[in-house]
């Protein structure tokens, strides 16, 4: 009975050891920038934000105000991930709950969901303005901005113009939202031309 006894310490106590390693191997998988650059995850950024015609700075700046770059963000409404997807979003572009914190594959369902933005805002062929469109329409979903821009219309303002649509946006954060990306990706920029002129 002793010896039963001290068998099933040991199972415990070596249970316990192979779960902190997992979660050892897990948490450096989610948490290990993955590269040396400006910024976490430059490798990716570069790699991924010229197939939806985007500098790395600005995908990057959408991660930064996102989440600061943590791959294990959660925000009050579910949002997970570097690129803080809902999770009907992050399952519609290939995540499931296995995949949703590494953040390459975060990233990459990101910019899919970005891509899927783009189509919407083609009509707008300024890419610029395009672009705070898409923006826009990540933070609060395109239904609030194509009412925004109806808005903007209605009282005389031109609806292709993110200036012009932007006072009719009911969400102050997204309207916020889409300047400090704009500014996080000039403040990427200029790191880069700093460091290219040392």
Same mark, same amino acid.
Request: no cysteine; glycine share 8%; aromatic share 12%.
């Given at each position: 009975?002793?010896?039963?006894?001290?068998?099933?310490?040991?199972?415990?106590?070596?249970?316990?050891?192979?779960?902190?390693?997992?979660?050892?191997?897990?948490?450096?998988?989610?948490?290990?920038?993955?590269?040396?650059?400006?910024?976490?995850?430059?490798?990716v950024?570069?790699r991924?934000?010229?197939?939806?015609?985007?500098?790395?700075?600005?995908?990057? &700046?959408?991660?930064?105000?996102?989440?600061?770059?943590?791959?294990? !963000? %959660?925000? @009050?409404? #579910?949002?997970?991930? +570097?690129?803080?997807?809902?999770?009907?979003?992050?399952?519609?572009?290939?995540?499931?709950?296995?995949?949703?914190?590494?953040?390459?594959?975060?990233?990459?369902?990101?910019?899919?969901?970005?891509?899927?933005?783009?189509?919407?805002?083609?009509?707008?062929?300024?890419m610029?303005?395009?672009?705070?469109?898409?923006?826009?329409?990540?933070? &609060?979903?395109?239904?609030?901005?194509?009412?925004?821009?109806?808005? !903007? %219309?209605? @009282?005389? #303002?031109?609806?292709? +113009?993110?200036?012009?649509?932007e006072?009719y946006?009911?969400?102050?954060?997204?309207?916020?939202?889409?300047?400090?990306?704009?500014?996080?990706?000039?403040?990427?920029?200029?790191?880069?031309?700093t460091?290219?002129?040392?």
């Amino acid at each position: 009975m002793k010896a039963k006894g001290q068998l099933i310490v040991v199972a415990i106590l070596l249970g316990v050891l192979a779960l902190g390693v997992f979660q050892g191997v897990k948490r450096s998988k989610l948490s290990e920038p993955m590269n040396e650059g400006p910024v976490p995850y430059y490798v990716v950024f570069e790699r991924l934000a010229p197939t939806i015609g985007w500098e790395w700075s600005m995908l990057a &700046a959408v991660a930064w105000n996102e989440s600061h770059f943590n791959p294990q !963000a %959660k925000s @009050h409404v #579910g949002a997970r991930g +570097i690129m803080q997807l809902m999770p009907k979003t992050a399952r519609r572009f290939g995540l499931n709950d296995s995949t949703m914190l590494i953040p390459e594959d975060n990233i990459r369902a990101g910019v899919e969901y970005i891509r899927y933005l783009q189509d919407k805002w083609s009509f707008i062929s300024n890419m610029e303005e395009q672009t705070k469109f898409v923006l826009a329409s990540y933070n &609060a979903g395109p239904g609030f901005i194509f009412e925004a821009r109806r808005e !903007a %219309k209605a @009282h005389g #303002g031109n609806p292709y +113009i993110w200036h012009d649509v932007e006072p009719y946006v009911k969400q102050e954060v997204t309207r916020k939202y889409v300047h400090n990306v704009l500014r996080t990706k000039s403040k990427y920029d200029s790191l880069i031309d700093t460091n290219n002129q040392q």
